[in-house]
């Protein structure tokens, strides 16, 4: 019962950026605690604008009396998911996983249709917006990629999440390399959509099952002496956070105390003195978007900490905005107006720092910042990669 | 378990504890702050109060009780605390008008006059008595602002309603970083006809640049424009947390978010680490000192049960004038609640009394016989003590190598 | 000076009842009251509206009588009694020799009850003290008391009744020793109204014997204290009463989004001064703790006391005291009606209607448990949840009011005073306890030119410092901490002077 705990301070408010730019959400106050003082188990939820909230999880960053309003929100779009039915829109992206694993099996094919205008338009006919181009589909996933297994005595078992999968597998690839590079194995467990997009799309059940295919998978493998590494931060806030919370796994504890991000992960190499990379000079101007994950991993900002080890890099950290698109959120058709004013904002202070690339841990931060600025977005893996001299290609 | 480590942590992300950690940054220290939430500067006016008793702020501060913690801050510092403070606020682009030598006034929601010290820039040309005229500018459903409560004090003044499309004190703010919409604004605005000698806003007219979007219309108008602080959501008190954040960010300080203490780790008389609950993993940070800028009640930094009063960090003693029935007096507006002086006491080198500890350094509104409403000493008393707790803080790290 | 058939002294529920039973019988009236509707006991009670169960052991025909109360307030209250059924629960150590008295007594009284496992009773309630050995389903209720009483005076109020709040009598006209009206004063403007009529019925509650002494008769009355506790939200759905002899703390009532817990008994001599003692405080946490274990941390938002008007009773334990009620006619004019319970307001009210009609000599007969109560068509009623469907233009988040309820109600009654806007809005009645929203209520006050400047200043620091007095006795943990938060808005940020 921590709403119990709320006195009203507004800051979660402040913090919120759904309800800086859309009067129809109410706020993390008003949807988290102010609102579960009347809802009930036993009665029907009336309450359809929690689906507005993008679970950026900036509330629980800023409430000082441990509130976590998101979460409130996050179990009311639960039972609001299961009580109503669902758009088009939300049950794609829910099952966006096997419609990828169908969009990857049929690349060319798929693409086109997406990036064409009548693709467009059948979108936007299911409430898809379509502001920022899809990404691409490649048909070389990392399912199709061979672990590194060198025997040495530290091994990773590399969760890549759909974003990599699909969409950005050259990526993956580099991580691999990277991690060998600092003397870890690395295999590829059995995995699926860690479950987010089916959480933030108000499937509970679906959720559940992928998790606990990926946590007894991911199990095995701890129990095997492996620890688990995620890039996407969303993932990881997922494992974390969720498996052990309201998707109730019985390996959750165990999943989260066992996974890692991967900048920390070879922060924790570098502070053991396993690794001892010689980062060279690179000579960028970037601008590191903190996706709002990662904030509210509690791992403080990793990938900020290597990269500072970097000669000649000029890093501004942004943290104090949303990109806006969260996910799949930014994608539908009720926020499309919210995600543009929040990318736009994002981009006009990264433009303020005159930086030339954009730099985030998030796939979804990258495609909304890099959409709406036109600069190049990069994950920071592969800043590091181009300071150790590692590429995606043998 | 990766161990993360540091010259010092401080503890507390508000006015105190960013303005010692950005201090000991600068002095080359390897400081990280943790903080469970933001802190309660986000909901303040944004002003600095130093000492509302008397007008000339540190003549108040002489005349306070002798328990009262500015009289651990030799004078010269509190001087310094608060030109420091005009200055990084000037760099981080809120500029701060005022001085210690003398209070002034700004107008605040309900139509009074509030006493301060330092105001940011946007305050400046608040009227000092009831002489002005003023001709107000509000925004359509703007529900934490009433310019009725400032019209039924002040005869002279009018209002103005303009459309901004959104109706909370952020929504309007961050509209006014946008380009368009302003220059749609000042178009509207230049068409008013303004007899009074003052024009004012509630204080939501732009975030980071909201001194200059003051100073434009200023000239554009050909007359003083100032803001008038609203209820929570603050818009001041956001941007001076982002300022304070950011100054110490620059001067090389790292920030823990959604990082409560829930544990230490110690050996013999010295603190060793502090600890939260993160995710599955444990978490902790060490340091060789700790600085306790944990606030009051409303900050967090004290709790209290039905029993006792608790400091929520360390378990440090801390002073109540008596048990649960004298914290409170029968009449709301005595401003002698006894809650007003529980906190912990500290010596001159503010470090806590009657504590094993001492590598841990306490300032700000933690601190006990503050009465901070009685006396008006929020921010200023934060900023003095910060100064003195960094400069003990860096003695004792100086001496420990 | 207003002539009327009859004068009602007191604007509690059973003068508010007596006025609608007149109203509907046509008898022209007029209600006097010196605060707002609710002040005394109604307004500090639990807001329960008993099954009767809780007295079929000691006094079965007040049982009786609630029993069929409660059907008829449930009939004609669809839209402002919440069915939410109640629990008598049993824990370790209470006695089963008791559970069986009680079902036999409800039984020969009438009042359904429904013996429950306590894993069915954890279902039911799941915050729950799991010990619990089982637990009495009967049909208890609860209804907000203010919304109550304007309910009732809403027909009053559309067949002409004449209705005077904050207006305090200070003198019964006599004529021939005969009373034949009252002087009352305006508490905001100081003006004296004077009303005649034929008969003066006096329905003030704990002040009954204060004002049958201004016409010279007397009431005599045993004041017994009660306290009861607000928590920050519903720990239960259903009414949870402990299956023992009745005793401190062993009610639990869910009104709205909160829980009343109490009560405590302790005699008084002044109505008028009442201070809720912390120890009072720590004993119904204590108590409602032992069925409720959650009891013991949560927050607690406001704690206050009231006053039960009984009749004086030889009996030391004023648990004891019957709860029935009792007309008095002095011979004078005027009549007492004193004791009673919120349940049989109803009841109470026709019984003194009809004898105002015998003494009348007219016929009509009491239609108040037939006809629908007016003005529920405005409420937003329960389930609670549905309320969440609209969440723009709202002026008190904890509650959920809206501006436009804020505007209506200002408009619809004129009032000059937060306080009434409190009563028939819930404004303020929630977490901050009126932190923020009224600071807006009053502001939109300013902004419908309804208040003068010195009203305005005058009423905010009124309604703080009125505020205070219920929630210093609740002042630790969390709800310290939102207090500490209210007074540095109001004292720091908007920079209230202090009351010279």
């Known amino acids: ?394 | 378990m990766s161990v993360i480590e540091y010259d010092v942590v401080i503890i507390g992300a508000g006015v105190a504890g960013l303005t010692a950690g950005a201090l000991l940054a600068d002095r080359g220290f390897k400081v990280a702050l943790v903080t469970t939430g933001e802190p309660t500067a986000c909901l303040s006016t944004g002003c600095v109060d130093v000492c509302s008793r008397d007008h000339k702020p540190l003549s108040g501060i002489n005349d306070l009780p002798p328990e009262h913690p500015y009289h651990l801050v030799p004078e010269k510092i509190t001087r310094d605390a608060l030109n420091n403070f005009q200055t990084a606020m000037m760099d981080m682009g809120i500029p701060y008008a005022g001085t210690a030598e003398e209070n002034r006034f700004i107008l605040s929601a309900l139509g009074t006059l509030k006493t301060s010290c330092l105001v940011p820039l946007t305050m400046k040309t608040a009227p000092q008595d009831d002489k002005d005229s003023i001709h107000i500018v509000t925004f359509k459903g703007l529900k934490d602002f009433y310019p009725g409560y400032i019209i039924s004090r002040r005869k002279n003044t009018k209002f103005s309603v303009y459309d901004a499309g959104v109706y909370s004190t952020m929504g309007i703010a961050s509209h006014f970083e946008e380009k368009e919409f302003f220059e749609k604004f000042i178009i509207w605005l230049g068409k008013l006809n303004i007899d009074e000698d003052k024009i004012a806003f509630p204080a939501v007219i732009g975030m980071e640049s909201a001194a200059e979007i003051v100073n434009t219309i200023a000239i554009l108008m050909g007359k003083p424009v100032f803001e008038i602080p609203t209820i929570p959501p603050s818009m001041p008190g956001r941007r001076l947390f982002n300022a304070l954040k950011g100054y110490f960010r620059k001067k090389g300080g790292m920030i823990y978010w959604s990082w409560p203490v829930e544990g230490t780790e110690k050996a013999g008389r010295l603190i060793e680490a502090v600890a939260t609950h993160s995710a599955g993993r444990p978490n902790s940070i060490n340091a060789r000192a700790f600085i306790l800028a944990t606030g009051s009640f409303v900050g967090g930094g004290l709790t209290a049960t039905r029993e006792a009063i608790i400091e929520n960090v360390f378990n440090l003693p801390v002073h109540t004038d008596g048990p649960r029935e004298t914290w409170f007096d029968n009449d709301y507006f005595s401003l002698n609640h006894g809650i007003g002086r529980a906190g912990i006491i500290a010596d001159l080198s503010l470090r806590p009394v009657d504590s094993p500890w001492e590598n841990i350094f306490v300032c700000g509104g933690i601190l006990a016989n503050t009465e901070i409403l009685k006396n008006g000493c929020g921010h200023g008393l934060a900023l003095a003590t910060a100064h003195v707790a960094a400069q003990s803080c860096a003695e004792y790290l100086s001496n420990e190598i | 000076m207003i002539k009327t058939d009859v004068i009602i002294i007191g604007g509690g529920a059973t003068g508010c009842g007596i006025a609608r039973d007149l109203a509907l019988r046509g008898i022209p009236h007029c209600l006097i009251e010196k605060g707002d509707f609710a002040a005394g006991a109604t307004g500090a009670c639990h807001g329960l509206l008993h099954s009767g169960s809780r007295y079929a052991v000691t006094d079965p025909i007040a049982a009786r009588e609630c029993y069929e109360e409660n059907l008829i307030l449930r009939r004609i209250g669809r839209k402002c009694v919440e069915q939410t059924g109640g629990l008598f629960v049993r824990l370790p150590g209470d006695s089963k020799r008791f559970r069986e008295l009680f079902l036999r007594s409800c039984e020969e009284v009438g009042i359904p009850t429904e013996v429950i496992s306590s894993t069915r009773a954890i279902e039911l309630v799941p915050n729950l003290n799991p010990e619990i050995e089982d637990a009495i389903k009967v049909p208890d209720c609860s209804i907000d008391p203010f919304r109550l009483c304007l309910l009732n005076i809403r027909t009053s109020q559309l067949r002409g009744g004449i209705i005077f709040t904050r207006h305090k009598v200070t003198e019964i006209i006599k004529s021939h020793g005969r009373c034949t009206g009252i002087k009352a004063v305006d508490q905001a403007t100081g003006e004296v109204r004077e009303i005649h009529a034929n008969i003066i019925v006096n329905a003030t509650g704990a002040w009954a014997n204060m004002i049958a002494s201004l016409a010279g008769s007397e009431v005599p009355m045993t004041l017994v204290k009660g306290s009861l506790v607000i928590t920050n939200h519903r720990l239960t759905n259903m009414v949870i009463n402990r299956l023992r002899q009745p005793s401190d703390g062993d009610i639990i009532v869910p009104n709205e989004a909160v829980c009343l817990a109490g009560t405590t008994a302790l005699a008084i001599d002044n109505p008028d001064q009442l201070l809720t003692e912390s120890s009072e405080v720590d004993t119904i946490i204590s108590e409602a703790g032992k069925m409720i274990p959650h009891f013991n941390n949560t927050r607690i938002i406001r704690a206050f006391s009231g006053v039960r008007p009984l009749l004086k009773s030889k009996k030391a334990d004023s648990h004891e005291i019957s709860r029935g009620f009792q007309i008095i006619n002095h011979e004078n004019g005027m009549y007492s009606i004193a004791g009673g319970k919120l349940t049989t307001f109803r009841l109470m009210a026709e019984k003194m209607v009809d004898t105002i009609m015998a003494s009348f000599n007219l016929k009509k007969s009491c239609e108040t448990a037939e006809i629908p109560l007016d003005g529920q068509e405005e409420l937003s009623g329960y389930p609670l949840s549905k309320r969440l469907a609209d969440m723009k233009n709202i002026v008190c988040e904890c509650e959920l009011v809206t501006r436009q309820e804020v505007e209506r109600i200002i408009r619809q009654t004129g009032t000059r005073n937060v306080g009434d806007i409190q009563h028939r809005t819930r404004l303020g009645m929630g977490p901050c306890q009126g932190g923020f929203c009224t600071f807006r209520a009053l502001g939109i006050m300013n902004d419908m030119s309804v208040i003068s400047p010195q009203q305005s200043m005058e009423m905010l620091r009124g309604f703080l410092q009125r505020r205070y007095r219920g929630i210093r006795p609740a002042l630790w943990g969390d709800q310290l901490r939102e207090e500490q938060l209210v007074e540095y808005i109001y004292l720091g940020i908007l920079a209230m002077e202090k009351p010279e």
């Open chain 1, 1 to 394: 019962m921590k709403y119990e705990h709320c006195i009203r301070c507004t800051i979660c408010v402040e913090n919120c950026p759904v309800f800086r730019v859309n009067p129809e959400f109410p706020g993390p106050k008003q949807a988290g605690p102010d609102a579960q003082r009347f809802r009930s188990d036993r009665e029907k939820a009336d309450d359809e604008w929690v689906l507005l909230c993008s679970q950026c999880k900036r509330c629980e960053m800023a409430c000082p009396c441990g509130v976590e309003p998101a979460e409130i929100i996050l179990k009311a779009q639960q039972r609001y998911g299961l009580e109503h039915s669902h758009t088009p829109a939300h049950l794609l992206f829910a099952n966006n996983y096997y419609l990828s694993a169908l969009g990857s099996l049929t690349v060319p094919i798929a693409n086109m249709i997406a990036s064409a205008e009548i693709g467009k338009k059948a979108f936007r006919a299911m409430g898809i917006s379509t502001y920022i181009p899809f990404p691409k589909f490649r048909f070389r996933t990392m399912r199709k990629e061979k672990k590194i297994l060198n025997k040495r005595t530290r091994k990773v078992a590399f969760f890549y999440g759909c974003f990599i999968n699909f969409y950005r597998p050259d990526i993956g690839r580099k991580i691999i390399r990277l991690l060998s590079a600092l003397n870890v194995d690395v295999v590829l467990p059995p995995q699926w959509c860690c479950g987010l997009p089916a959480l933030g799309n108000g499937n509970l059940a679906l959720a559940k099952y992928f998790a606990q295919k990926n946590a007894s998978s991911l199990s095995n493998y701890i129990d095997a002496g492996y620890d688990i590494v995620y890039t996407c931060t969303s993932c990881g806030l997922c494992l974390l956070h969720d498996y052990p919370g309201i998707l109730e796994i019985p390996q959750g504890k165990k999943i989260a105390e066992n996974c890692y991000d991967v900048h920390e992960y070879i922060i924790k190499l570098i502070h053991e003195e396993y690794a001892k990379p010689v980062f060279k000079e690179t000579r960028r101007r970037i601008a590191y978007h903190i996706p709002c994950h990662l904030r509210a991993l509690n791992i403080g900002y990793p990938a900020a900490k290597l990269m500072s080890l970097i000669p000649g890099l000029e890093c501004e950290i942004l943290d104090d905005t949303c990109c806006g698109l969260s996910g799949s959120y930014g994608f539908k058709k009720s926020n499309e107006s919210t995600a543009i004013q929040l990318g736009n904002r994002a981009v006009s202070l990264i433009r303020k720092t005159k930086a030339n690339d954009i730099v985030a841990d998030c796939g979804s931060c990258r495609m909304q910042l890099g959409g709406l600025s036109g600069l190049p977005a990069l994950d920071p893996a592969e800043i590091l990669c181009e300071s150790l001299g590692i590429t995606d290609q043998k």
